[in-house]
């Protein structure tokens, strides 16, 4: 069976729960996921996966020759095909794959590449509850929808290479600072983060950024701002940050792939929701979703590169303080960490959008 999902890192981890489903009714199974290659280390790390296979729909296998090179990789060796990704270009290569039943949904002219084609709910924010009825379609019924991921098998080997590299890192405990985000509109002010870095040093936690390469510049603004002792791997590889995360008492992020991969890995996880919707998403005891009491959010379903009002206020008026007391309240039934800030020093101010004439 092949599983297709050529979107993002965090789209690529929505499809855990199906591959649990699947691996739970047929154990023998043979199970694929279709990724793009920058997400193939992430689909690797989705407990059931037996086979990663690439699409590189903007790199090698992009345009009709590539397209058809990438159908031929599946054909003639799954008997199943479901389709997450709701694109014509998806919908081609579940055709031109000549896999025997193919599901996918009912939106477009791609619907006429599927046997079985399940109507997408315009009304339903959540994507995951629609992913497995496309199980439903097969036989398979609906499971735990609950993200899962694990770690690499060579984890402590990818940490201790990480304190190779820096000999004057303290032991912990680490809260993992997921800076980044595609979408420019879904990423914290890079000061917040500093702030924040501060606030968490004072209960005896050490922040630890990670990110992709594009977001060097972000780690340099919030060293620059920083008045505690921050380590990164900012930059380095998706199987690095999951072992490094498997590894944190806790996580903060934007609505981004890296905090969703620390949801899936168990890890307690605070997600701060600006221009996309937290209803998009289904969370456990363990992730504490923030948003800010703006009028005009959501308004993307990915989050637009600028504000359309100028002002990225749903992101701004997230401060650190409440970040911090969101973290302590996720941790304190694992350890004796307070449930409020320490009362001295004071809390640092969080910084204010720029006065408009």
């Known amino acids: 069976m092949a599983i297709v999902q050529t979107a993002f890192v ?15 009714r047929h154990p023998q199974a043979r199970l694929a996921l279709v990724v793009r290659a920058a ?41 199943v095909l479901l389709s997450l990704h709701r694109s014509t270009r998806s919908g081609l290569l579940a055709y031109l794959s000549g896999i025997p039943l193919r599901v996918g949904f009912r939106q477009g002219p791609w619907r006429l590449a599927y046997h079985r084609a399940v109507p997408w709910r315009e009304a339903e924010p959540a994507p995951l509850p629609q992913y497995l009825r496309l199980l439903e379609a097969i036989g398979i019924p609906a499971q735990n929808p609950q993200l899962r991921l694990q770690a690499p098998p060579d984890s402590p080997r990818r940490i201790e290479a990480f304190r190779l590299r820096h000999p004057e890192l303290p032991p912990g405990p680490w809260v993992a600072l997921c800076i980044g985000s595609v979408w420019a509109t879904k990423r914290w002010p890079a000061v917040y983060f500093a702030s924040l870095a501060a606030l968490l040093s004072r209960s005896g936690y050490h922040a630890l950024l990670l990110g ?11 060293r620059r701002a920083a008045t505690v002792e921050i380590f990164s791997d900012v930059g380095g590889t998706l199987s690095d940050a999951a072992a490094l995360l498997s590894g944190c008492a806790a996580a903060v992020g934007g609505d981004s792939g890296l905090a969703h991969m ?6 307690p996880t605070v997600v701060l929701f600006g221009p996309t919707d937290a209803r998009a998403h289904l969370f456990d005891r363990r992730s504490r979703p923030l948003t800010a009491q703006v009028k005009c959010r959501p308004c993307s379903r990915h989050g637009p590169q600028r504000c359309p009002k ?34 001295a020093p004071a809390p640092l101010p969080a910084p204010r959008p720029e006065t408009r004439p």
């Open 10 to 24: 965090g789209d690529v981890i929505f499809a855990s729960p199906l591959a649990q489903a699947i691996k739970s």
């Open 310 to 343: 100028g002002h990225h206020d749903c992101m701004r008026l997230i401060s650190p303080q409440e970040v911090a007391e969101a973290v302590f309240d996720l941790l304190s039934p694992r350890c004796p960490t307070p449930r409020s800030l320490p009362a």
């Open 212 to 222: 992709g390469p594009g977001e060097r510049d972000i780690e340099s603004e919030i």
């Open 262 to 267: 620390a949801r899936a890995l168990g890890i």
């Open 39 to 79: 997400q193939a280390e992430v689909a690797s790390c989705i407990p059931g996966v037996d086979e990663v296979v690439i699409f590189d729909k903007r790199g090698a296998d992009r345009g009709p020759v590539g397209l058809w090179r990438a159908a031929r990789r599946l054909r003639g060796r799954f008997d």
